[in-house]
């Protein structure tokens, strides 16, 4: 029972992965349902059982369960498939996909715990390229096969299950020898697994040991829905498609169609609503609202934006600001709304993986202290704490389950804090802020940029808009079930996710298949109402390889010291500076390790700056890391490493070596004369990074794929500057 002497806290666990079934293929084409189904959902709802003062939120989409369902009625999938079939009858495409495929997973938190998979990634090597896999097949073995096969699949069950069942405990302490019996049973426990979420979540929530929330079905960005022009208010900058989409009427389709199908499901209507990725606007919460939703919630500065706009000289929310709820009034609509706290679910996210569970409880609990102590309002606050309740474990040690028991545990026994849901606080707490005005946005930099505006975006938005208009121009030519099943395809397509992976904020390895997903969906609308489809539907909207160009451009020459530190302001003002953040890789994480590239030119030498962030700071006292910078056209690439404050880098020339003059301090400068690099004025440079911390086994590349570019200017460019 709540109590009004503590600190309440919302935990809003987000379940969510993109609709990977291909209407054109019958199948599904990625594994990330059935993987994080045995890995993260089930074990999420157990961890939360059996203390007192622990409800959490659990916020589970449509699109993913739906899939679970899918999956339990029968339809098949494309890693299984390659997971059953015996080595000795694998084509050699086959075999490419599995080296490919079967090692995306946490090298240093799911592959190295088991020594075979590590060995067979080490047999593999880091290199994923084409190339790189055909020459290694054939160091494998049909054992090699056969086990690669199993420790796959084993390593995305989570330990509690590995731990407790018994055919999967024999095959942690058999290592390596397996059969095709083993991945048989192996692939059946996975379904076992799967065939208990949806009465497990029901039962909590009849208990209510939780509360289900939902978001739109397909995971759409309903503000872009309504008018997708919307996004040029946080962003004016942005460049949006020529043709505008303006479907109000699919987003609370999609709002509908959610409740329902939750209902349906588990028995409860969902009171509560996450829109997706946390995007928010005045007609979204109108129609929210409209649909008797009782809260949803945002990111604290969509939150700071729209106070900004009364009160102007708001430079960050107080305490009492961000930890309570707002009534949102409009039309005679009203909805309740929540706004996260960035730092705390980031830290979960992004930053504790890195820390031990001890530390990681101690620090967020002294961040909740800290927030307790600068309330004036105890009974009336909540602290927000919302993120994805998947993506984050596979970066933890035992998928995070120390931590989170821990955490619980903590809590638990704390008399100032507990974790309920926000039904239950919307019960106790009738004191609210009024708020008429939102600022349109989402948790991520609380504008739209992720979704539209980059080339690619745009694409698919005009894509997905001539589609839109087919139907409306022919949907009275069709019967009703056609048109509810046209409509099913539209609202996919709909969905963020394929937007998520356009454009240049983000990469993963499967990029051309969601694009191929997206495209199908839309093939699918045209077959049914019975026009060819447009041939543009068969290219590839992603650039296979993508050009980088500088975020500000270069003013004047510069000839910085290279003490690795800013001597100066001026120091570096007028290079050409690119944002590496904006390369968030498969989640939008907020560590790259590296923030911001200056590249800076005098008439001899060209001069890199790399400026860290925290984590690196971090990391450098553990461990090395690495650093490349490689200009594919030339053959010639600069390596190096950071410790200890201290900086080695040379230039790699065919078979020659060059030391180089670096320094690392605050920031990490390097010098290179561009006699070695061969580059000429007016030149065109292209290059790409790899940053590599040795105690972590990943390597991130910026950017994803393709290449940064800058060109060298003349000597007397900036005569031409300064007279334009």
């Known amino acids: 029972m709540a109590n009004n002497q503590t600190l309440k806290i919302a935990l809003l666990w987000h379940m969510h992965q993109p609709f990977y079934y291909d209407p054109l293929k019958g199948m599904f084409t990625m594994p990330w349902v059935r993987l994080h189904s045995t890995k993260d959902y089930l074990d999420m709802l157990y961890l939360c059982r059996g203390y007192e003062k622990i409800k959490p939120i659990f916020n589970l989409t449509p699109s993913l369960i739906l899939q679970i369902q899918m999956y339990l009625d029968g339809i098949p999938e494309l890693h299984i498939q390659l997971t059953l079939k015996d080595p000795k009858e694998l084509t050699q495409l086959e075999k490419i996909t599995i080296l490919k495929d079967f090692f995306m997973a946490n090298w240093n938190t799911m592959i190295k715990p088991f020594p075979r998979y590590y060995e067979l990634l080490s047999k593999r090597g880091k290199d994923s390229s084409e190339k790189a896999l055909k020459d290694a097949i054939r160091y494998f073995t049909n054992q090699d096969f056969i086990d690669l096969q199993v420790l796959f699949n084993l390593t995305w069950i989570d330990p509690i299950f590995r731990e407790t069942d018994d055919f999967l405990k024999e095959l942690v302490i058999k290592k390596s020898g397996y059969s095709n019996d083993d991945k048989i049973l192996l692939i059946k426990k996975h379904y076992e697994i799967m065939g208990k979420i949806i009465n497990e ?84 919460l109108e129609l929210m609202a409209k649909n008797d939703i009782a809260w949803a919630a945002s990111d604290e500065q969509v939150l700071l934006n729209s106070l900004k706009k009364h009160q102007r000289m708001l430079l960050q929310l107080s305490a009492d600001q961000l930890y309570k709820n707002y009534l949102y009034i409009q039309n005679n609509h009203q909805i309740n709304i929540f706004f996260r706290d960035r730092r705390l679910s980031d830290d979960i996210g992004f930053v504790y993986s890195k820390m031990s569970a001890q530390d990681a409880v101690n620090h967020f609990m002294t961040s909740l202290y800290n927030i ?158 019975n026009i060819p489809y447009p041939s543009y539907l068969d290219i590839p909207i992603v650039s296979k390889e993508k050009v980088i160009h500088p975020d500000k451009e270069i003013m004047n020459l510069i000839t910085p010291k290279i003490d690795g530190k800013i001597s100066s302001y001026f ?38 700056r790399f400026d860290p962030d925290f984590d690196f700071q971090r990391i450098i006292e553990q461990s090395k890391i690495k650093i490349e910078v490689n200009f594919p056209e030339k053959n010639v690439f600069i390596a190096g490493n950071v410790e200890n404050y201290k900086s080695t880098f040379k230039l790699y020339k065919a078979t020659d070596e060059y030391n180089l003059e670096s320094a690392f301090e605050k920031i990490i400068e390097i010098k290179v004369k561009k006699e070695l690099l061969d580059i000429k004025e007016g030149e065109k440079i292209n290059f790409y990074i790899n940053v590599q911390p040795e105690i972590f086994m990943e390597n991130l590349r910026f950017p994803g794929k393709g290449v940064i570019t800058a060109q060298i200017p003349p000597q007397n460019f900036e005569d031409y500057i300064w007279q334009a």
Not at 244 to 263: C, G, H, T, V
Not at 498 to 527: A, I, P
Not at 572 to 601: C, D, I, P, Q
């Open 372 to 529: 307790k102590n600068n309330i004036n309002n105890l009974e009336g606050s909540i602290v927000s704490i919302i993120l994805d309740g998947e993506n984050a474990w596979e970066f933890y040690e035992n998928d995070g389950n120390t931590f989170l028991k821990l955490l619980y545990e903590t809590i638990d026994k704390s008399s100032d804090f507990e974790i309920i849901s926000y039904s239950d606080f919307l019960k106790l707490n009738s004191k609210k802020s009024i708020l008429n005005d939102i600022s349109p946005g989402s948790w991520i930099n609380s504008n739209f940029k992720i979704w539209i505006g980059h080339p690619e975006d745009n694409e698919a938005w005009t894509y997905l808009t001539k589609a839109r208009i087919e139907i409306d121009k022919n949907k009275d030519k069709v019967n009703e079930v056609d048109l509810k099943e046209i409509m099913q395809y539209i609202s996919i397509a709909e969905g963020s996710d394929w937007c998520w992976w356009y454009g240049d904020e983000h990469s993963t390895e499967f990029q051309l298949e969601f694009d191929e997903l997206f495209r199908n969906n839309l093939k699918m609308v045209y077959k049914i109402l």
């Open 201 to 284: 979540y029901s039962k909590a929530v009849k208990e209510e040991k939780i509360e289900i929330s939902t978001s739109p079905f397909y995971h759409p960005i309903l503000p872009l829905l309504i008018d997708n022009y919307i996004a040029q208010q946080p962003d004016p900058a942005s460049k949006l498609p020529s043709i505008r989409f303006q479907y109000p009427e699919d987003a609370e389709m999609q709002i509908k169609d959610a409740l329902d199908y939750i209902e349906k499901t588990f028995g409860v209507r969902p009171k509560g609503m996450w829109p997706s990725e946390g995007s928010i606007s005045n007609d979204t």
């Open 571 to 608: 120091e570096w003002m007028g290079s050409y500076v690119f944002n590496l953040k904006k390369f968030g890789f498969a989640m939008h994480r907020t560590t790259t390790y590296l923030e911001t590239l200056y590249l800076g030119l005098d008439e001899e030498n060209i001069y890199f």
